[in-house]
């Protein structure tokens, strides 16, 4: 049962980390798509682009209604600012799903971790019971 237990725990374990990567991934998509709307509004204005290490330069959008979709396989496909939206909105979607779809298989391997414990725990008892009758 001890093994069972830890397998599940290590189950737990991996789809926590897979769960934490699904959220990051939905803020992220989130964020992207405040930017890409902030961008839109902002027409030709200068921005704040970030380079990274905390720092930014001045940048124009020349064409804030073209975005590009890398799709994998370094293929990229060139979308409207809606359109880029609208595939992020899918991705988000496809991601809760997942998401939930985790949540679900985390709170099954969950209730199999507390009856195991239980089990153990009872096991425990059991055997201090005996060993104290045998002892007496």
């Given at each position: 049962l001890q093994a069972y237990l830890n397998q599940?725990?290590?189950?737990?374990?991996?789809?926590?980390?897979?769960?934490?990567?699904?959220?990051?991934?939905?803020?992220?998509?989130?964020?992207?798509?405040?930017?890409?709307?902030?961008?839109?509004?902002?027409?030709?204005?200068?921005?704040?682009?970030?380079?990274?290490?905390?720092?930014?330069?001045?940048?124009?959008?020349q064409h804030p209604d073209e975005v590009f979709v890398n799709i994998g396989s370094e293929i990229i496909l060139q979308k409207t600012n809606e359109g880029g939206i609208s595939y992020l909105q899918d991705r988000i979607k496809e991601m809760e799903a997942s998401a939930k779809n985790l949540t679900e298989v985390l709170?099954?391997?969950?209730?199999?971790?507390?009856d195991i414990s239980k089990r153990l725990e009872q096991l425990y008892r059991q055997a201090q019971e005996q060993q104290a009758q045998g002892g007496a």
């Open positions: 599940y725990n290590q189950q737990a374990e991996v789809y926590s980390r897979q769960l934490g990567i699904m959220e990051e991934g939905i803020r992220e998509g989130n964020a992207a798509i405040e930017t890409l709307k902030a961008l839109f509004e902002a027409g030709d204005s200068t921005i704040l682009m970030p380079v990274g290490g905390g720092l930014n330069v001045r940048a124009r959008v709170q099954k391997i969950d209730a199999q971790v507390k």
